[in-house]
């Protein structure tokens, strides 16, 4: 059975020790939905271009939470982000929003976290933007896509273990 | 058309003026859920008893995520939360573990949110804190259940404008 | 010889006590100005349209910028801000882009602080996103235009004390 | 024309990568000032010596604001900063108070935003504690004087790309 | 026996319900001391004078750590702050630095927690300060001196429940 | 006599330049404790096993308190910290809890405050869980044990100046 790498022994939670680990390059891409009636999609398509900009101030949003990811998350490791990209594309198919945040690092821990919460953090926003026309609204499929570096190689969500 | 209050009329980017709002008692309850294999939810429920509390590290860093709202929520308003609570519970016909948070505030605007950031924050830390087990949970479902207060009054998920 | 109310009577530092101040509608308007060559200021005015938008971006940060003042500034009291407008034009005659940003709350002590901190980070990031372009721009005439709320009534820049 | 890094080819903003740039020696050196009425300013230069140190702690804030720049500014990257100095010098033929900033890390990109940051937040606080006695302070020519380190090599207001 | 307020039937931690206590003016006071060698303590008495002044620094620390209580204590509400002061005292009984923080709120909810991390962050910048000249110091009896306010009303620790 | 490195030759605090330190495998021990009445200590270790897990929420904020040291105490430098651990042990010959944080980083400074930092943030939490039972408990004896790494080699507080 997988062991838990945030607790010890005794099970009790801690800052895992990564001083021993290589400084690789790392990278992660993680993606995000929001989904909600064509109606509100189309406030979103319509107002990038002239009443305001959703998709310009959650991908802001995004990137800024990225760099508060171990404040958030109890016993992640402060990391210096070398890169943050947002991807948000309206899919009429959804209907919604989908997100994809890729994050870069040169350290000893990946950037799964850093990446999800990217993504996490830009979903919110978009239903903050949006909540005034619909409250029903939903955030779905937040996952991993993609890791690189480390101990453990590539992994990519279509099949694991590539190398 | 609903009209997007998070943009003025020049399409601009604003944090929304509620000095006029009164000063009610406001309630957010959201949901969300981090899917999982059976075998990652054994440890979980195992780990509770014995191995380490992924359930109350998780609740911990949604109750503190939910007072970082107005940080990571660019238009967010700052909000003196008065009560925050997370359940945090195991579900094995999804399977994985069910999130629900509840926020309250006296204040002139609502905690939708607060009670949203807190359900996420504390997905992710269920996925940080598994994820040496399992890359591939997935965060599903993330959505506002019930609001209570101010003017709109009582939203509800399984039916809109209760009053 | 008007008294510094930072400093107790011994000179030392100290958050001013204003429990015993009413709690009146605030408000305070600030300014800043980026000062720059008419070609780095073509890429801000073409850029809105087709290739960045340096003035949301900026506007964005100006915004949670305010709400993070009494964080920066050691005295400051924490506010409870109910609203936050900036506004970023480009003059061609500075050359450069001008800044107005607007705060508004209910409380015990004013939000000129908060005003002037919008102003200045969202200079900061005008700087920041156009300093590949030029090094030498300038930040200049960041001050107070008015304040309304609290003991000692309308500032204005335009002549003090109106009533 | 000169491109602005921090958008990419579609405009939109993203935290450029950094990763594939060397690790050098990176210093910046940014200078503020307030300018104020002679009487303030007298307020200043004899409360340092017995009512309240003004510059001391506007110099503090500085030393943190600079810490807190990747905070700030969106799409700044977090650097571990190796040293700041600030310098707050009263100067009666501005009349005002004179700030220079001056930061050094060992990293991928680099300090100007960090200098600049706590220069500002230095000026800011010099504000906050004498606004009591004049609101009509202004904070004039914040500026980058000089940058070393980086493929850029040299920057130097005096006189551009000196190497 | 008494009841751990913080957590649910269950045993869940969480931010407890102050929606129905009565707003009323809050206040507390705490102490701490670091205790140091009398040469290490003369290194502050005199610096103070000229070399250094530790105990404006540490003052400052501690006004701006009592503004965090509410990030760094899970379970603490967040507060709007109405006065900080704090007093640091060389003490050459002790031999070493007596630190003395007051704060106060008109909320729904105490302020003993933001005393006491006012007076301890206060406590560890003296020790940050001075460490250079002696690892051995020893941050010794932090504790709530006093609480005023709430249904519980006056607590001192010189003779508990007065009125 | 001792020299105070957080000031200059002018006696103004300034982040002391580590740039030209070696990056060395750094590591501090530090501990901490919260005295109290047998009944209060009879809570926590009831609790643990079936009302609320007071040591499990006290681990989880002194390890997030660790990384928030260089926001709290004004002239830290920003560390990458690889590992943060706590241990909180019931002690009934105190009575009360005993903490012990140790704190590891690869850099140009040591982490003596990050270990001090979490250790009085874990203490200040566990009163916080408790306070509700007893106000009268104190936090005692939070020191440095141990400092390993940089120039200055081991520092053990058994017996200094090890190597």
Chains 1, 2, 3, 4, 5, 6 share one sequence.
Request: hydrophobic share 40%; proline share 4%.
């Amino acid at each position: 059975m997988a062991e838990l790498t945030h607790f010890d022994e005794g099970g009790n939670a801690h800052m895992v020790d990564v001083s021993g680990k290589a400084v690789t390059d790392r990278l992660a891409t993680a993606e995000s939905a929001v989904k909600m009636t064509p109606e509100t999609l189309a406030l979103v398509t319509e107002g990038t271009a002239k009443k305001g900009d959703v998709l310009g101030v959650a991908r802001l949003a995004g990137i800024m939470g990225s760099k508060k990811t171990s404040d958030l998350i109890p016993l992640c490791h402060p990391l210096p982000i070398t890169k943050v990209t947002l991807d948000l594309t309206p899919d009429a198919s959804l209907p919604g929003i989908r997100i994809r945040a890729t994050v870069k690092t040169s350290g000893q821990t990946g950037v799964e976290m850093e990446a999800l919460t990217a993504a996490s953090v830009a979903a919110l926003t978009v239903y903050d933007m949006l909540k005034a026309a619909e409250k029903g609204m939903e955030i779905v499929q937040t996952r991993l896509l993609r890791k690189e570096g480390g101990k453990s190689g590539v992994y990519d969500i279509s099949g694991e273990a590539q190398s």
